[in-house]
Every structure is written in C-alpha cells, then in structure tokens.
C-alpha cells in the first residue's frame, strides 16, 4: 500500500490578515531561519493580498510572494491518501478481478493515459457482469478489442489485426457436427471449437468473425489460408472448450461495467463535507482529485481517523480576529510577535516569542544572531524594510534602540541608506491611483475585540505626501458606514498618519465612535469631523490600548 501523503507535511509559516510589509517579509525570513536550522521544512504564506509598499520591497529585493492561504480548515488533502494505480478502461474483466485479488483492494480508479480520473469499477460491479455472462451477445455489446480475448484465453493471434474490435455477433460453441453448426452459427459469430479440421473450416465457410480454436498451438496452414481469405481472425489458445467458453465473457474492458456516475472528492474539499458524503452512501473507497481532475489516489472511512492538521507558525500577530481562517483546526507550533497578548488559544504548549520591540523583524534578526546563521543581502534588505515600516523611520514610540540597531546592521548587509530607502518605499506605498476606498482601508488593517465584547476594526496609512493624506481623506469620507457594514464590526477607525510630524488624522464611523475617541484622548470629537491627534503613530502603542480602556466602560 502507497499513501500519497506519508511523506512529512510542509509547516506553514503565516502572517496576519491583510498583511503588512512586516507580517510578509518576517514570514519569508523566519521560514529560512527554520529550514536552516531544523530538519522539517518550512514554507512562507500570506494570508491576503500584499500591499504596494510590499510589493515594492520584494521587487526591489528580488523575493517572491509567499503564496496566499487565506484558509486552513482540515481538508481532504490532510489525510493519507491510499495511492492505487489507475487503469486503461480497456483492461478485461478477468484483469481486473487479478489486480485487485493480489492488492487486497474492491475499487480501481480507470484513469486516462494523462491520469485524469475516467471511472471507477468495484468488485461489486465485477461480480455482477460476470453473472452476467451467460449472455452470448456480452462481448459484442460491450464493444471488445480482439487484444482483450487473445489475453484472457491467454491465446495466439495466428490471422487478423489486434486492432480488431467485436461489435457484433454472439459466441457459439461448436460441438457438433458441420450440419448441426449452419443452424448455429451466423456471419460475424465468435466460434469456439476444438482441433477438429472439419469444424474449423465449416466455421470459417459460414462467415464467423473469430475462430477460436481450443487446446492446440498447431492449426492446419490450410486452415489458416482459408481464414485469410475470408477476413476470419482465427486464435489459439491451451484451453479447453468448456474452460475458453467460461473465461471469454472475461475478456469484456471494465468500462463497460464502471460507474457512470461516481463520488469523488477534490484536495480541497472540507473534511466535514467528506464525512457527510460518506455517510449517505455504502462505497468502500472515493477517489480523489486535484483541482484539475487529475487523479491523486482513493479514501475511505478509516482514513478519516488519520487526520493530519495543518502546522503553523504565527507571525506578527497573536489574535484570534487576525488569524488565517481555520486556525481552529490547525496545530499552532510557534508564535512570534511584538504585540499585546491577545485572545487566542491553542490546544497545546507551543514556542511563544514575544518581545516589546517595535517590529516583529527585529526578534527575527535577533533569532538569526543567536544561531549564528547568515544573513544574505537580499533577505537583510527585506528584514531592514520591515523594521522601518512598522517603525516608521524610527519616529513611531513603538521603536526601541534594539530596533534602530537591527534596521542599521541589517542596512549595511543590504548595502542600502536607510533615510533615503525608506523615503522611496513610503512613497511607493502610499500611492492611490485606481484604489478603490476598500482598498485604501484594507491595505493595512485588523479586528479587534473589547473586553465588553465591542469588534472594532482599525486600519492606517502611513503617508509622507500630502496630496495622498488628502486624497485618501475624501476617498474614506462617506465610505466608513458601508464598509463597517461589511466588515460585521460595531466602529471603524482609520488613521492617516503624517510620517514626517508625526501625527495621526482619524476617521471614524459607528455607534458612539466619537464618545469612545473623545473618552480615550480627552479632547473633544465632532460627528463626521475627523480627528487630528499630535504625537500619535503607533496603532500598537498609542491608539488601541487608548480605545481598549475607554471601551472598558461601555
């Protein structure tokens, strides 16, 4: 027995929803730390679109994008897939039987020559068109290639073409005399008879399609003229005409008796769905197929009991609202974060890295030093954009020393200057043409939960231009209802932030928005009026531990 998946899982290494530059390029580095160091292998994803100012940063330090996982629910493709060959719909009926007989097996995948799944045919299946064979007309009617008989009978092609195919005609025994075969046989026949001269030529005469002449590998050359004339494939084969005429309806290609209609599961399909499936139905196995129909192998029930959850590690995030969808039923192994605790749970102990730094990049940096594994130019050019960005050049009041000293060494590695690096990445950041107002907000944004149960959601821009700070101004005005709406959150905030004042102009939509801001910064807010906070940049530090104490006593 072949699983397809007994090899070790890839783990995935994961970031935040709406991913920021920090969440994509500390996956990137992190998974390069771990293949480095441990024996497992480790692959970045995304868990949404990345951003302008991330692009530019991959681009710029010729990575490429973790591919995007936005859901990790238990699916098909995290059981172990029991790898059956799949076979030409034209394998006979007794092959079939043979092949599943020596592999312990009741199903056969039918496959085409490019392994896209054709059929299925199950041992049940076999049984009944095997009982089916007293029928003498069931070779014709399943259409058989003559290859398929000189198999089974395990005979020799003595005259004809092994492109022959019988589609017509009925099988007839020849046991008599000539004169009790012309009432027998009729042109485009199948006639066994056995090394009698005179019934092999009163056969051929009559116009038979196919002689099959039994226990004998010698037929007269007479014979055999004769057959050429008449356009008659003639066969031998070492059995007899009891044993030939038991064995022949064998020769019929399992397609004729596969199912029509059949139950497969693609990679993707939720395991919760596959076990409803299963349950209606009485099927020992289900094929499986990728997203393109090409065949990946067969399940059963049991092999629901030998789920292998999807392994993450979290990056820059510890928030149950900002995890990849599925979380639940993963196996979280690692976080690595520099933000507040948050709400989420795991099912067992895992390595929980959390520092108060200002960027998650910088604990990874760190992490590299302490093994002592290099850091090439290009992935020190993503880490040092990573820092900066969260950091905003060093100005946010999330930035440590440890943060400045890992963006500065990582600069020398990268051979970049840090003020103009980041002024070229901002401004290509905060570039708005053709982004809707969704966009706008959803290039860096998260979800979060009060302790009085309050979802809000707050999103931010950093901005170095003013055009751009005023454009996504009037682009957001308006716009917050709807989009708190879809969001299914009770208040919506976002800030525009002034990287070079450092100072933050606030948006904000929902319920009792403007008391919690004015109760969290003590100054007052007017309705639909936009708030300018002097000092504040920090979402982290500044803004969400403000609004999460205000919210306490809603």
Same mark, same amino acid.
């Given at each position: 027995?072949?699983? &397809?998946?007994?090899?070790?899982?890839?783990?995935?290494?994961?970031?935040?929803?709406?991913?920021?530059?920090?969440?994509?390029?500390?996956?990137?580095?992190?998974?390069?730390?771990?293949?480095?160091?441990?024996?497992?292998?480790?692959?970045?994803?995304?868990?949404?679109?990345?951003?302008?100012?991330?692009?530019?940063?991959?681009?710029?330090?010729?990575?490429?994008?973790?591919?995007?996982?936005?859901?990790?629910?238990?699916?098909?493709?995290?059981?172990?897939?029991?790898?059956?060959?799949?076979?030409?719909?034209?394998?006979?009926?007794?092959? %079939?039987?043979?092949?599943?007989?020596?592999?312990?097996?009741?199903?056969?995948?039918?496959?085409?020559?490019?392994? &896209?799944?054709?059929?299925?045919?199950?041992?049940?299946?076999?049984?009944?068109?095997?009982?089916?064979?007293?029928?003498?007309?069931?070779?014709?009617?399943?259409?058989?290639?003559?290859?398929?008989?000189?198999?089974?009978?395990?005979?020799?092609?003595?005259?004809?073409?092994?492109?022959?195919?019988?589609?017509?005609?009925?099988?007839?025994?020849?046991?008599?005399?000539?004169?009790?075969?012309?009432?027998?046989?009729?042109?485009?026949?199948?006639?066994?008879?056995?090394?009698?001269?005179?019934?092999?030529?009163?056969?051929?005469?009559?116009?038979?399609?196919?002689?099959?002449?039994?226990?004998?590998?010698?037929?007269?050359?007479?014979?055999?003229?004769?057959?050429?004339?008449?356009?008659?494939?003639?066969?031998?084969?070492?059995?007899?005409?009891?044993?030939?005429?038991?064995?022949?309806?064998?020769?019929?290609?399992?397609?004729?008796?596969?199912?029509?209609?059949?139950?497969?599961?693609?990679?993707?399909?939720?395991?919760?769905?596959?076990?409803?499936?299963?349950?209606?139905?009485?099927?020992?196995?289900?094929?499986?197929?990728?997203?393109?129909?090409?065949?990946? $192998?067969?399940?059963? *029930?049991?092999?629901?009991?030998?789920?292998?959850?999807?392994?993450?590690?979290?990056?820059?995030?510890?928030?149950?609202?900002?995890?990849?969808?599925?979380?639940?039923?993963?196996?979280?192994?690692?976080?690595?974060?520099?933000?507040?605790? $948050?709400?989420?749970?795991?099912?067992?102990?895992?390595?929980?890295?959390?520092?108060?730094?200002?960027?998650? %990049?910088?604990?990874?940096?760190?992490?590299?030093?302490?093994?002592?594994?290099?850091?090439?130019?290009?992935?020190?050019?993503?880490?040092?954009?990573?820092?900066?960005?969260?950091?905003?050049?060093?100005?946010?009041?999330?930035?440590?020393?440890?943060?400045?000293?890992?963006? *500065?060494?990582?600069?020398?590695?990268?051979?970049?200057?840090?003020?103009?690096?980041?002024?070229?990445?901002?401004?290509?950041?905060?570039?708005?043409?053709? &982004?809707?107002?969704?966009?706008?907000?959803?290039?860096?944004?998260?979800?979060?939960?009060?302790?009085?149960?309050?979802?809000?959601?707050?999103?931010?821009?950093?901005?170095?231009?003013?055009?751009?700070?005023?454009?996504?101004?009037?682009?957001?005005?308006?716009?917050?209802?709807?989009?708190?709406?879809?969001?299914?959150?009770?208040?919506?905030?976002?800030?525009?932030?002034?990287?070079?004042?450092?100072?933050?102009?606030?948006?904000?939509?929902?319920?009792?928005?403007?008391?919690?801001?004015?109760?969290?910064?003590?100054?007052?807010?007017?309705?639909?009026?936009?708030?300018?906070?002097?000092?504040?940049?920090?979402?982290?530090?500044?803004?969400?531990?403000?609004?999460?104490?205000?919210?306490?006593?809603?």
């Amino acid at each position: 027995m072949v699983l &397809k998946n007994e090899m070790q899982r890839k783990i995935c290494v994961i970031g935040h929803k709406n991913p920021d530059t920090d969440s994509i390029c500390s996956a990137i580095a992190y998974a390069n730390l771990k293949n480095v160091i441990s024996d497992r292998e480790y692959e970045p994803r995304r868990a949404g679109e990345i951003n302008q100012e991330t692009a530019f940063v991959l681009n710029r330090f010729h990575m490429k994008a973790p591919q995007n996982c936005l859901d990790v629910h238990a699916t098909v493709s995290d059981i172990d897939i029991r790898y059956i060959d799949g076979v030409d719909s034209n394998m006979t009926l007794r092959k %079939a039987w043979e092949t599943m007989r020596d592999k312990d097996i009741t199903t056969l995948p039918i496959t085409t020559g490019e392994n &896209k799944l054709d059929g299925l045919v199950t041992l049940k299946r076999l049984a009944m068109a095997n009982l089916d064979s007293l029928d003498p007309h069931a070779v014709a009617n399943a259409v058989t290639p003559i290859s398929n008989i000189v198999e089974t009978l395990q005979g020799t092609l003595i005259t004809g073409s092994n492109d022959m195919i019988i589609d017509e005609g009925k099988i007839v025994i020849a046991a008599g005399s000539p004169e009790a075969m012309e009432n027998m046989v009729d042109p485009g026949d199948i006639v066994l008879v056995a090394n009698r001269y005179e019934a092999q030529l009163c056969a051929i005469e009559l116009e038979a399609a196919c002689l099959v002449v039994c226990m004998t590998p010698n037929i007269a050359k007479t014979i055999i003229k004769i057959a050429k004339e008449h356009n008659c494939t003639v066969i031998s084969t070492p059995y007899d005409t009891y044993a030939a005429s038991c064995l022949i309806n064998q020769s019929i290609p399992i397609r004729h008796p596969m199912a029509k209609t059949m139950i497969s599961f693609q990679l993707s399909t939720p395991i919760e769905e596959a076990k409803k499936v299963m349950g209606q139905v009485r099927h020992n196995y289900f094929p499986v197929i990728d997203n393109e129909g090409y065949y990946q $192998g067969v399940i059963s *029930r049991r092999n629901l009991l030998n789920l292998q959850r999807k392994q993450l590690v979290l990056v820059d995030h510890n928030e149950k609202t900002q995890c990849v969808d599925g979380f639940e039923e993963a196996d979280i192994l690692e976080i690595i974060d520099h933000h507040r605790i $948050g709400s989420l749970e795991t099912s067992g102990p895992v390595y929980f890295r959390n520092h108060p730094v200002g960027c998650t %990049a910088t604990i990874i940096y760190q992490m590299y030093q302490e093994n002592n594994v290099e850091i090439e130019p290009d992935m020190a050019g993503i880490l040092c954009s990573a820092i900066l960005s969260d950091t905003l050049i060093f100005r946010s009041p999330t930035c440590t020393p440890q943060d400045e000293y890992a963006a *500065r060494q990582l600069a020398k590695i990268a051979g970049i200057e840090v003020e103009a690096f980041a002024q070229e990445m901002f401004e290509a950041g905060e570039n708005l043409e053709g &982004k809707t107002p969704e966009q706008i907000l959803m290039q860096d944004y998260k979800v979060f939960v009060s302790s009085s149960k309050i979802r809000f959601g707050v999103g931010q821009g950093s901005y170095v231009s003013r055009k751009n700070r005023e454009t996504a101004k009037e682009m957001l005005i308006g716009t917050m209802e709807e989009m708190m709406e879809s969001q299914h959150i009770d208040m919506i905030f976002y800030l525009i932030t002034n990287i070079l004042d450092q100072s933050s102009e606030v948006l904000f939509a929902g319920k009792d928005a403007d008391t919690i801001l004015a109760n969290a910064f003590r100054c007052e807010v007017k309705k639909g009026e936009p708030l300018l906070l002097h000092g504040v940049v920090s979402r982290k530090k500044q803004f969400i531990p403000s609004m999460l104490n205000a919210m306490q006593d809603q």
